[in-house]
T-cell receptor, first 115, second 115 residues
């Protein structure tokens, strides 16, 4: 079974631009979460989608948004990029059923650099 | 809000020796999950071990075991017979039992293995 796939793996943008990151979860997983990882702040929760609906949201400004499609694939968008948005963005999927183990399966991440 | 604290930013261990990574957490919930994730230099986060709070028995996965002290809200990871491939960032994480609660991470401990 294929793992969580994130694209692109690396990208460089300039301040003020916007960026869209993509995540394909493990087949059968309906929950997709996004995390921002930086050396200073560690791993911070952005949002979670389940069945095309945002189920939970972290404490990030409205410039950060996401969506989930009917095939469970998810995208996140960051508009009006700032230098501080430079980070590794991690996507994780989970098997959200009655036998939920709570475990998340992570992709390799998208490394965003804002110049 | 739940918090996870890892008080050791860096640790080192000799190959074949044993090392223990510390983690404490704060929660008012009685049922939850605890995890240790490993993030090697290649970046993909992988699950090392998980513990369900209602289970008193400490989880074990091959060379990895935990010491779960629910009353003390402590969840340490012991790595026995350390190998060079164990070198990585280790994150302790908490997740409530409810399906829509995000994974809350500690800041991580960087483990070096000395040959």
């Amino acid at each position: 079974k294929a793992g969580v796939t994130q694209t692109p793996r690396y990208l460089i943008k300039t301040r003020g631009q916007q960026v869209t990151l993509s995540c394909s979860p493990i087949s059968g997983h309906r929950s997709v979460s996004w995390y921002q990882q930086t050396p200073g702040q560690g791993l911070q929760f952005l949002f979670e989608y389940f069945s095309e609906t945002q189920r939970n949201k972290g404490n990030f400004p409205g410039r950060f948004s996401g969506r989930q499609f009917s095939n469970s694939r998810s995208e996140m968008n960051v508009s009006t990029l700032e230098l501080g948005d430079s980070a590794l963005y991690l996507c994780a999927s989970s098997l959200d059923t009655g036998a939920n183990t709570g475990e998340l399966f992570f992709g390799e991440g998208s490394r965003l650099t804002v110049l | 809000a739940q918090t996870v604290t890892q008080s050791q930013p860096e640790m080192s261990v000799q190959e074949a020796e044993t090392v223990t990574l510390s983690c404490t957490y704060d929660t008012s919930e009685s049922d939850y999950y605890l995890f240790w994730y490993k993030q090697p230099p290649s970046r993909q986060m992988i699950l090392v071990i998980r513990q369900e709070a209602y289970k008193q028995q400490n989880a074990t996965e091959n060379r990895f075991s935990v010491n779960f002290q629910k009353a003390a809200k402590s969840f340490s990871l012991k790595i026995s017979d350390s190998q060079l491939g164990d070198a990585a960032m280790y994150f302790c994480a908490y997740r409530g039992h409810s399906r829509n609660t995000p994974l809350v991470f500690g800041k991580g401990t960087r483990l070096s293995v000395i040959a």
